[in-house]
């Protein structure tokens, strides 16, 4: 993946802009999913986190934080599923006051679009049929005569 050019001031204003403005979006109807689809601290946290105590590059960081604004927009118009990945997972959830890493069954929903000339892969989360959120924003591009995808095809990562 080629370097993006940036100051530190450049990546604290649109992370700045892109955190206000996503704590005001709260959730949208995904027709698709015919249900409403939160955006709360967990999408946000793995905008800049890999995994859980794992921090993103700047770079990886700078492109997704500049694309979020249109995720809200992605999930509003969808009524196409792009893909599916189902399975049974480890995941750190809160049990009893404590953080514990417990087996459940998780589903990640990709929707992709062409949207202000940026073609985006949306993922949402759905763990053990509880409330579906925004998960995480994926920029595509192209380049020369092939493409190539930032991401390595694991939702929970990506």
């Given amino acids: 993946m080629a370097s993006i050019t940036f100051s ?8 700045a802009k892109a955190e206000a403005d996503y704590k005001k979006v ?17 999408g946000l946290d793995h905008i800049k986190m890999k995994k859980w105590n794992h921090a993103r590059s ?4 700078f492109m997704r934080l500049k694309l979020l604004h249109l995720a809200p927009s992605v999930l509003k118009e969808s ?6 990945d189902q399975g049974n ?16 069954f998780v589903s990640y929903y990709d929707f992709i679009s062409v949207i202000s000339g940026c073609r985006i892969r949306i ?3 759905n763990i053990e049929n509880g409330p579906n959120y925004f998960w995480s924003i994926i920029p595509y591009w192209k380049q020369g005569n092939y493409r190539r995808e930032m991401f390595e ?3 929970e990562e990506d």
């Fill in 58 to 61: 700047k770079d990886d960081q």
């Fill in 123 to 125: 993922v949402v989360k």
């Fill in 8 to 15: 530190k001031e450049e990546f604290d204003a649109v992370k």
């Fill in 79 to 84: 009524h196409t599923l792009q893909g599916i």
């Fill in 26 to 42: 709260g959730e949208v109807q995904c027709p698709y999913l015919n249900s409403k689809i939160a955006f709360n601290a967990k």
């Fill in 153 to 155: 095809g694991n939702p």
């Fill in 89 to 104: 997972k480890m995941e750190r959830i809160k049990i009893n006051s404590r953080w514990e890493f417990k087996m459940v």
